[in-house]
Structure formats: structure tokens, C-alpha cells
């Protein structure tokens, strides 16, 4: 989505431009399925919402519609091996935890205000924050177990890493960047609002379409080199001359691409810094959403189940039922190790459990373990650990002679997201159309 709206953006003003993709489709993190009855769903990216307005922007130009996520009825949590419906935001909590949870967030969220967006190792307590991990915070500032295994799955929901592979200071930046937790955790008035009609693959497709030049598929980018006269880009199949080049890859990847002059030794560092979470997106499809016939929204949160999180996911028209569930973070690298088979019947078990009996009778499934895919090597997004921030923050834009840095990875606003991808491609065709390219960041 980076790539492709940066080469959008760049032709709207008269630059010719290629773009080289690794895979035999667009898309990268956003992928849909077609079950055998025909129903599309998305194994990827697929959720936009309020103030999101590049994603969505851009779905209107280009004629594709939104439809709401369904979100009526009771929820289900799991806390203790206990699996209880809730309404509301109380997520099921007992009253002392919830408040706790709630006197933490505000805390956290008066401490993310604080971070600015595009400089975030320039926050006045940046050098504490960065210097210790999420979870030492739990630990260190939290009283009851029970609370912090609240804030662990959240950050598991929002990261797909564990508390204790995050930074404190990149914590607050996303919550910051995406607009606080209870949009990042929302579904009406939050960021699991909406669903594009058709799967949101469509938004690639269409603008992969759209560019006058094709998209060069199947051509993984090995080398970049640069000099006075421009740049040189390799594939195997190809040496292509440019004037500029956009990398719109997530951080870690770019590693495996060849230099020339060799990256600066502070940016090499940061693409050892940026890990991606781990994620299993697996969808269940039933001959109908049963559970809304007992008045359930399909949503489920566990602490207790390898699948933490469940969603309705069927259709606008109901034409069948879907849930799907999310295996994340530690739990999605356990069940990696699984065959899909196995897997099917572990994800079907979590259903059964937190959705009721009625959950048995699959009609189909499907999942995918984004770290199993060597383009993306994991989900939703890279993440920052203790000291990234502060030591390296300022690589993470910073354009390199002819190069700039895009992908979702690189955004302020909406980090992580497709939102966030799309604003990242805009900034580094600007980028490339400006004299010299970008702004340099300050040093920390
Ligand atoms: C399971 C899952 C659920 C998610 N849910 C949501 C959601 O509901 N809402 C939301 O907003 N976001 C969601 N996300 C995150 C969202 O999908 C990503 O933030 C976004 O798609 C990233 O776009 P990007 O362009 O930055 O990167 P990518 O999509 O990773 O694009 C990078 C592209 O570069 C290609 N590439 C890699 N290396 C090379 C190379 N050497 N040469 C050439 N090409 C290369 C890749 O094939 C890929 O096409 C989810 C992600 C996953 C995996």
C-alpha cells in the first residue's frame, strides 16, 4: 500500500515510475480469501475507522464502499477458565480490576500526549521511557495480576508482540499515533469499524490497476546502488535507472537488499532493531452467524485461550457466518510449529469454548502465519524494543542520498496501520519531488 501510493502519487505530477514487487500480487500485508461458496474474506489487513483518512480517502476515489462491522449483542471474555458474557466496555472485568485498568490508562494515555508524533525520542522523560520495557511498567505500577494480564492482551490485540518486547516510549508513540486506546481497541467509534465491500485487497488491486505503468511482479529488488547520475536498482531479472528510489518494505527486510555505497552504519542498526510481531489471522465459516441468534456479537477476549481474540467477520449480507480469531504474539509462535490441521482443530477447540457448542460444525477454514511468509516475515508491524527510540529514532526517515524510507513502519499517524502505510507513500513522493529530498530529523 506504501509502494503503490507513493508510485500513484509520484505519476500524478509527471514522474515516470516502476514499481518492483517481490510477490505475484499487490498488496503485501493485505491479502483476501475466496472460500469454495464464493465468500471473500481477508486473511490480512481489513479493518479502517474514524480519522483514518488517507485509507479511506483513498477508498472513496477509488469507488469502493465500507460496510460497519457487525457489533450487536453480548460479549464473551474468558479470565481464570471462567467464560462469561459482558456488555459495554468493561471488558467482563471484576469492579477492582476495572478500576485499576481504567486509572492505568488514563495515566498512560496523559503520559502518550506527551510524546511528540514525528520526533518521538524528543519527549521530555524519552531517556526513562525508552529505558525500560512495557511490561517492567505493569510490573512496576500495577497492583493486582489480574490487571496486568488486561494490559498484556491489549498489547498483544495491538501489537501482536508481548509487553515484554516493547519499549515503554513505543507503547505510548502507537497509542499516541493511532489515537488512544479506545479507538485502537474499538469497534464502532474505533479502528475495527468499518470493512471494505469485496475484501480490502480491492484497495490494492484498484490502485495497482490504476498506475499507467504496469506493476513489475515477481521481481524482488537485490540492489540498490546510487551516485551523482542517479540510481541503478537490480533484480534477477533486470537493472533498472532511476532518478530516486522509494523502499516501502518493512525495516528488517531491507537487510537483505545490497547497498551501494553501503547504508550509513545508524540506519543499518535500526533494521536490526525493528522486529515484526507474530499473528495467525484463522477464519472458521459457518452455514450462518449462530451466535447472533442467541444475541451475541461474536466478539470474544481470552486470557486463558491460545486464540485471544474473536470477531464476527460474515459478510454484509449474512449470506454465511464467519468468526475469526487471532493466535498472537507468544501463542503464534507456538502454534506455528503446527500443522494446519492441527491448527484448524485447536482454533475450532478456542471457538467451541468461548462461543458455544454450536461452533463445531465448520464448513470451512482457513488461516495464514504471516511469519511463515518471507516478504513480510511477520504482523501486524514492526515494533521498537528498550533504546531503539532514543538511540535510533531519527534513522527511521531519514532519506538516504536518492533514497527515501516508506511503509507503515515510517508513519506518525496511524503506525502499523494501512492508514499509516498510505500517509508514509505520500510523504516520500513528496520527498522525492523536493530539493534536496526530505527533512533531516535532529539527533537525539
Ligand atoms: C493479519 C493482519 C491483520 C491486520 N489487520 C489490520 C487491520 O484490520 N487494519 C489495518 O489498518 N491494518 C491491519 N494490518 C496491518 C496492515 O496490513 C499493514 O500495516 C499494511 O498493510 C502495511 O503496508 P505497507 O505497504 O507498509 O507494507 P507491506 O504490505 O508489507 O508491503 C511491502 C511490499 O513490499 C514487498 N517486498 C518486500 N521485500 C521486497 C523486495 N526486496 N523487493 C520488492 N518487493 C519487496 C512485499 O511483497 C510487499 O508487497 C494487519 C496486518 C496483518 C498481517
Redesign the pocket.
Known sequence: ???LTAARELERTGVGVTV????QR?????LNHVFDDGVTVE??????GPT?NH?LGLIDELGLETFPSYDHGDYIVSIEGHVKRFSGDTFGLPPHVLLEAAVAQKRLERMAASVPLDQPWTAAKAPAWDGQTFESWLRGNLRLERTRQFFRLVTTAIFSAEASQLSLLHFLFYCRSGGMLDRLLGTAGG??ERRVVGGTQQVADALATDLRTMVRYD????SISQGSAGCEVR?DAKTYDADGVVV???QH?IG??HFDPPLPPRRRQLIQSVPMGA?I?CIARYDRPFWREEDLAGFAASLDHPVSLVFDNSPPDAACGLLLG?IEGGHARRASLLTTEARRELVVGCFIDLIGPRATDVVDYVD?D?AAEP??GG???GHLGPGVWTQLGPELRRPFERVSW????TATE?N??????VA??LRAAHEQLSEPPGVQPSDP
Open positions: 500500500m506504501a509502494g518492483l514487487e517481490a510477490r499487490p498488496g503485501g500485508r493485505i486473511v490480512g489487513g481489513q479493518w479502517v483514518q485509507v479502528a475495527q521481481e524482488p529488488v537485490r533484480t516501502a518494505i518493512p527486510l537483505a537488499v499473528v489471522k487471532f495464514l504471516w516478504w513480510t504482523c501486524y508491524g516508506a511503509g507503515t513502519e496511524w502499523g496501520y494501512i492508514d499509516g502505510a508514509s507513500g
